[in-house]
């Protein structure tokens, strides 16, 4: 492969071998509701906190219940804002894929002739969640194995009890038979080149609703696909948030951006059963269910690769298990819950990213009650496409 050529002005952006480093932490449960200094409260949240937003510059694109009380904010355009976003997609349409990835990293790769329940523990031992998928028959990408192909599993032990017997026997290349019996989507296929641009990744992902993407690219000599690497969402989000200095100019609330997901919000209790809240992953096609008390305050998060850790070693019956239960068992280098509120700004999301390993944001209220959630994918979206036509053409 040849080598990328400097794009002049763009020279000295931070490689992410500088900064890629998975966090070593202990999740902690959430605190009650109670009196609290703001440094506590920052802690909490996880976020540089803005300046709060006094009343009389409100104005609504949405209004939850609990802010009904704020007078609407001010819509006037606001010039900085649209900079910061334009500089950002600058950014992603002149860098590559490449430049994501650190200068040294390991990629697994399975062949679509491994055993399900052999995948699933080499996923567990390394600390992943997904893998790239190749027919070494065929010599081709064959699609990304993800903690979703797993849940998909469980629904067909579920609606065919009578087969748990044989699910051990279950190989990567018979996924899709188990996906058509149950009649949902298959096995992601989608990739890009690495020499491509970021911002065509990015969209990519947002068209397909994936949550990352395999860099499938042709070597020269054989002529042949090979697989480079897998980038996330999360890994373009952190690289932007390191590289562009304008994401400071992103200083509006998350209430006036209409940045999140605040109606028809699932939830669940410490007490439902994980088949339950799986039901409600595949349904809604979440990657996640807040966990509420009684009084609706956030205990804690019940995430799609919580599922691989009850499964491991094919212990199917740890699904009968609660959901209080099961979150026992997450390993202690769980990062943890990241929460916001709804008068949180752009700015100080982007500054979480880059400090900490995020994949959402649970919003929540000065009571600690659920407001909304804020995915990455919500974020992505908003840089990419807020403001833009349906007839952009990518460089």
């Not at 997904?130 to 032990?157: K, M, R, V």
Request: aromatic share 8%; net charge negative; glycine share 4%.
């Amino acid at each position: 492969m040849t080598s990328l050529p400097v794009i002049p002005g763009h020279e000295g952006f931070v490689h992410p071998a500088s900064y890629l480093r998975r966090p070593r932490g202990q999740s902690q449960p959430m605190a009650p509701a109670k009196a609290e200094s703001a440094v506590e409260r920052d802690q909490r949240i996880g976020l540089v906190s803005g300046p709060v937003l006094a009343p009389e510059i409100a104005n609504v694109l949405f209004m939850h219940p609990s802010y009904a009380h704020l007078p609407p904010f001010d819509l006037d355009a606001n010039p900085n804002l649209i900079h910061g976003q334009q500089r950002i997609r600058d950014f992603l349409k002149v860098r590559t894929s490449y430049d994501v990835l650190p200068l040294s990293f390991r990629l697994i790769i399975f062949d679509t002739a491994l055993l399900v329940k052999s995948s699933l523990t080499i996923l567990i031992q390394n600390g992943i969640v997904s893998a790239p998928l190749w027919d070494s028959e065929t010599s081709t990408f064959a699609g990304l194995l993800t903690t979703f192909d797993y849940i998909n599993l469980i629904q067909y032990y579920w609606q065919n009890p009578e087969s748990l017997n044989r699910i051990d026997q279950f190989k990567l290349n018979s996924l899709r038979d188990i996906e058509r019996a149950i009649g949902v989507a298959p096995l992601e296929t989608l990739s890009i080149r690495p020499t491509r641009p970021l911002y065509e990744a990015c969209r990519s992902m947002l068209e397909s609703r994936s949550r990352r993407i395999p860099l499938v690219d042709i070597d020269d000599e054989t002529k042949r696909a090979m697989i480079v690497s897998v980038v996330t969402q999360y890994r373009i989000l952190k690289f932007v948030a390191v590289n562009v200095q304008e994401t400071q100019l992103l200083r509006k609330p998350l209430r006036i951006l209409n940045l999140g997901t605040y109606k028809n919000l699932e939830t669940a209790k410490m007490e439902t059963p994980v088949f339950e809240v799986i039901h409600q992953l595949v349904n809604c096609n979440i990657s996640s269910v807040p966990i509420l008390n009684s009084d609706g305050v956030v205990t804690n998060v019940f995430e799609a690769v919580d599922v691989i850790t009850l499964i491991k070693g094919g212990m199917y019956d740890e699904l009968n298990q609660n959901v209080g239960e099961a979150l026992q068992k997450r390993s202690d280098d769980f990062p943890g819950i990241y929460t916001c509120s709804i008068d949180d700004r752009l700015d100080t999301i982007f500054d979480t990213i880059r400090k900490s390993r995020v994949h959402r944001f649970v919003v929540i209220d000065e009571d600690n009650r659920l407001v909304g959630i804020l995915t990455l994918s919500d974020i992505l979206e908003y840089i990419l496409l807020e403001g833009e036509g349906d007839d952009i053409k990518t460089e």
